[in-house]
């Protein structure tokens, strides 16, 4: 195979603005940043790596989908490419939010690390080959590791820093235990020899084990039950926007890298599971992550009082939906998970987002805290309705169509004759559940009038204002206008 | 006709018109709630007057939505859909005029109460059982922040649970339909799709769709056994809440059911239609004896909504065109008459005299004190006993004679419930307002005279009787649009006598 660089580099002109940003970052703090002031270093780098997300942002998209790159290592497809740009904005939400509530030292840092996180996704969410993918994982991967950590004066961000970092250290040699029994399997690392092998060959107790390790890196990377038991420690633990980040770009990179894995990769080793030829296949384990995160997420997030918390096992419970969705992409094809996780992720970098701005303001954690928000500061409130609902699923917000196309896919698949269908009927008499404990955050800060001593205004920088409202906005068009998204699929 | 979606569109402007307003002042706005809720009633009662039963269901806008999921934007109305939309709009209106008292954080309380009108405007307009799923649960949200914030005695009980029992139900209607959904190949929401495609569904399917969907909507309507969040959810309402959730958003409910669940499904109807009609009838019965032994002057007329929207449910439930148009004319007159009884109770007396238990209420000659409440309420108590001369009369005698025709035992036993409603109300007229006809006893009178009744009350009360009294003499008004509706082809599989 001869490499086209010409090619190659307008494939990745993205990913080099985006590391040539981080590079700016490092620079200019490095030379004129460091007789500034705090304040002003942490404009100049949000500034810049904003810059370097937005040029990404452009260049990928005028990209657009052109199929296989590289004879096949790289597949930017509407779904790759979509995961691009939805990475991006996250990251770019993320930035601005930090921009104005961030009390961390070294702000160039956080901002290079935000970007190179940024390259992991964004070649996460195109990437084909093995290797490659596993590269582009654990970049996304360590650079999360050190954000969860960043807070040097907090030692609950240093517990979360290396909570993660186990539990992610194990998962990643799992997935490499995984992908080198594949390749002894088959031969090869790449997506598309690796399913026409399995074809060929049939299946071996070998296959079984190399898919349970592969899903034991999926069920982390994804928050899903059984294997969720990071999140609720790393989303309290983390500073709030690395939290966002890792709830919202990052699950909705793992999810287009396992969907890309799973369907056209280890198609053969699917299963059924259909109720009357169930045939044993990943598809039997996903459906057990999911059933399993349904019940773990939703009825957990019933007795937090701790808003991060409860974000985190909604995470958990939402990654069974989203499972739900990974599992209905055979037929449907990718476009309601892809539709889910991003909205998902808006909301949640919305929420994090409100939750970093309450914090910077002494505010919280927990969620009596909130109380009288809505006199406070009209304005968080208003946003944390908007983001709350949505990841209810209320409509006309976004959240509510990514669950409806979600479950209508998942019924699709198989009907009420398979699991799938079950699985979708749960998950719908759930979020009954779930309206329960999203009401009482909303019920502290629209309802409970302020506690006796707090009930100053609440300021909101400027820029997490805008990062906010976008977020809030970009939730109601796409609720309101669901085609402006689902039609790049089409 | 063509302006009836604008009823949508204006009340979730009007929604974010009163959040503006009420950063200004409280009463600026009001006044946006008031050219609200009118301009709404005049596009309704315009359509009313340009309306042609003869032409059935007249589409007023169809354009894709969701293109890779078969949705439509598709918004139609009938004569069922017209009586509904004008109910709605009386409703809203009166409701601004009894909440005109509210001082605190006025915009955003309607705000809210437009976020729901709208959501209902746009249930009783959809074509499409996803558009309709969509409005029906924006219509849900609102209901829990009105009652936990203006509400009054448990409302955070009552507003939870109210609004978790809607939720539950529409989490069975959207399992409902989403299977009818896949079932039927995953092309279409639309009604008229969806019927065709259940022609071919198998009857275990039909039986599991309807009961799904049916029950969902049944929630809402208040339906015996599931009906316990009402009577809780009405006490904790605020006023104006208590009159939209007796008056209209019980009536989405018994909509969906008419509307979704029985055409979509006419093999699932068949088989569940005894249950229902057993359902209905244990509930009028049951709740209007429940109705007679309350303390609390709001509980019993909670629980009189139940037992008339029992009626509603055995209308549906005896499967001909006349006992069906007898519930639809009274979910329209229960709209009304709720409204009023709610209006007296939560808005006249309560927040005049602080007390709503009737042993309390007994010891004040609040017929004397309150004069225009009393006669108000006599009015209304009349006309939910059903007397000849209100709207309650022709609806429940239309339930009952179409009803016998299915089965004379139902209307037997519901007919009992008509004879529960005059004695409760009866019993409540008796002991609030004429409780004390002896001069006042010492320390019985309150401290300070009660605040008269304001001209907004008397505007909303006066809207209100006048509706009720030109319905109860004319009923023609309302059965001309709703008979034709329910003669269309859609309905011959379940109603009997629908040929026309």
């Avoid at chain 1, 989908?65 to 939400?93: C, I, K, N, Q, S």
């Avoid at chain 1, 084990?209 to 790393?234: E, I, N, Q, R, S």
């Avoid at chain 2, 309150?446 to 505007?459: G, N, Q, R, S, Y």
Wanted: one cysteine or more; charged letters at 10%; a positive charge.
């Amino acid at each position: 195979m001869t490499t086209n660089y010409p090619e190659l580099f307008c494939a990745f002109a993205g990913e080099a603005s985006l590391v040539l940003g981080m590079l700016v970052v490092l620079g200019y703090d490095l030379t004129v940043g460091r007789k500034r002031s705090p304040t002003e270093r942490w404009q100049a780098s949000c500034i810049l790596g904003g810059a370097a997300l937005f040029s990404a942002l452009v260049v990928g998209l005028r990209v657009g989908v052109v199929g296989p790159v590289l004879g096949g290592e790289f597949m930017l497809d509407a779904l790759g490419v979509g995961t691009r740009a939805a990475v991006l904005v996250l990251a770019g939400l993320t930035l601005m939010l930090t921009a104005g509530t961030a009390r961390l030292r070294n702000p160039a840092e956080f901002v290079a690390i935000v970007l190179l996180a940024a390259t992991g996704f964004s070649l996460m969410a195109v990437a084909q080959q093995l290797l490659v993918a596993f590269l582009a994982l654990e970049l996304a991967s360590l650079s999360l590791y050190v954000l969860a950590g960043f807070d040097k004066t907090r030692p609950e961000s240093a517990e979360a820093a290396l909570k993660y970092f186990l539990f992610g250290g194990m998962s990643a040699a799992f997935l490499l235990f995984g992908f080198s029994l594949l390749y002894g399997l088959t031969g090869s690392i790449d997506t598309s020899a690796i399913a026409a092998a399995l074809a060929a060959q049939g299946s071996s107790p070998l296959l079984s084990v190399a898919l349970v390790m592969v899903l034991v890196a999926f069920g982390f990377k994804a928050a899903a039950a059984p294997f969720h038991l990071w999140a609720p420690d790393v989303y309290q633990g983390a500073p709030a926007t690395s939290a966002a980040l890792i709830a919202s770009a990052s699950k909705l990179a793992g999810l287009t890298f396992f969907v890309r894995l799973l369907w056209p990769g280890l198609g053969y080793a699917t299963g059924d599971v259909a109720l009357r030829h169930f045939s044993p296949g990943w598809l039997a384990v996903v459906a057990l992550l999911s059933a399993a995160s349904l019940l773990v997420g939703n009825f957990g997030a019933l007795a937090q009082s701790n808003l991060r918390r409860l974000l985190a096992y909604s995470a958990i419970a939402h990654a069974g939906a989203l499972l739900l969705g990974v599992m209905a992409a055979g037929t449907a094809g990718p476009a309601p998970l892809y539709f889910y996780a991003a909205t998902y992720g808006l909301a949640t970098v919305g929420a994090f987002g409100v939750v970093a701005v309450l914090e910077a303001a002494g505010v919280g954690p927990q969620i009596a805290d909130l109380a009288g928000l809505y006199r406070r500061s009209p304005l968080l409130a208003g946003c944390l309705f908007i983001f709350i609902l949505s990841l209810a699923g209320i409509p006309p917000l976004a959240g509510f169509f990514g669950k409806f196309a979600v479950f209508a896919a998942a019924l699709n698949f198989g009907g009420l004759a398979s699991v799938t269908g079950w699985l979708a009927f749960a998950a719908i008499f759930l979020s009954a559940v779930a309206l329960y404990y999203y009401l009482r955050v909303l019920k502290q800060a629209l309802v409970a009038p302020p506690a006796p001593g707090a009930d100053g205004r609440i300021a909101v920088p400027g820029a997490a204002a805008l990062a906010l409202l976008l977020a809030a906005l970009l939730l109601v068009v796409l609720g309101v206008f669901p085609s402006l998204l689902l039609q790049i699929f089409s | 006709m063509n302006a009836l979606p604008c009823t949508i569109y204006v009340s979730f402007t009007g929604a974010l018109l009163a959040l503006v307003a009420g950063t200004r002042s409280a009463a600026t706005a009001r006044w946006v709630a008031l050219v609200t809720a009118l301009t709404t009633l005049a596009i309704t009662l315009m359509a009313a007057v340009s309306f042609v039963p003869a032409l059935g269901m007249q589409t007023l806008v169809d354009v894709p939505w969701v293109a890779s999921l078969g949705v439509r934007y598709h918004l139609a109305a009938d004569g069922i859909s017209l009586t509904l939309l004008v109910l709605t709009a009386i409703a809203a209106t009166a409701g601004v005029l009894f909440s005109w008292n509210i001082e605190e954080r006025t915009g955003e309380f309607f705000a809210l109460y437009f976020a729901l009108i709208g959501g209902v405007f746009g249930v009783f307009l959809s074509a499409d059982a996803f558009v309709l799923f969509v409005f029906y649960e924006i219509a849900i949200v609102p209901k829990y922040f009105l009652i936990a914030r203006w509400g009054s005695t448990n409302r955070e009980y009552g507003a939870m649970k109210l609004v978790l029992y809607s939720f539950a139900g529409s989490a069975l209607v959207l399992a409902g339909l989403l299977w009818a959904y896949a079932a039927g190949g995953g092309q279409s929401f639309g009604m008229g799709d969806l019927a065709a495609a259940a022609v071919h569904f198998t009857r275990a399917e039909q039986l599991g769709m309807f009961a799904l969907v049916f029950l969902g909507f049944a929630v809402l309507a208040g339906m015996f056994p599931f009906h316990t969040w009402a009577p809780t959810g009405h006490v904790a309402a605020p006023t104006a809440a208590s009159m939209l959730l007796a008056g209209v958003v019980m009536k989405l409910g018994a909509y969906g059911c008419l509307r979704v669940a029985m055409p979509l499904f006419p093999v699932g109807f068949v088989f569940w239609q005894p249950t229902i009609g057993w359902l209905a009838v244990i509930g009028i019965v049951y709740a209007g004896g429940v109705a007679l032994v309350q303390g609390d002057f709001k509980f019993v007329s909670g629980y009189s909504s139940v037992s008339h929207m029992g009626f509603v449910l055995l209308g549906l439930a005896a499967a001909n065109v006349q006992a069906a148009s007898g519930a639809v004319l009274q979910m329209f007159s229960h709209g009304i008459v709720a409204g009023l009884l709610f209006a007296v109770v939560g808005r006249m007396v309560y927040e005049r005299t602080h007390t709503r238990q009737l042993a309390d209420l007994r010891n004040l000659p609040l017929h004397r004190l309150l004069p225009f409440a009393a006669v108000t309420f006599v009015l209304a108590g009349l006309a939910s006993m059903g007397m000849p001369g209100f709207s309650g009369f022709p609806a429940e005698l239309t339930i009952l004679v179409g009803t016998w025709k299915t089965s004379p035992l139902w209307a037997a036993v519901a007919a009992l419930g008509v004879l529960l409603a005059a004695a409760f109300t009866l019993r409540a007229i008796q002991l609030s307002f004429f409780g004390s006809t002896q001069p006042a006893v010492a320390g019985a009178m309150p401290a300070h005279p009660l605040p008269p009744i304001t001209l907004a009350e008397k505007a909303g009360a006066l809207l209100l009787v006048g509706t009720t009294v030109l319905i109860g003499l004319k009923p023609d008004l309302l059965l001309n649009w709703i008979i034709p509706s329910l003669q269309s082809p859609l309905y011959q599989v379940i109603l009997k006598g629908g040929a026309p």
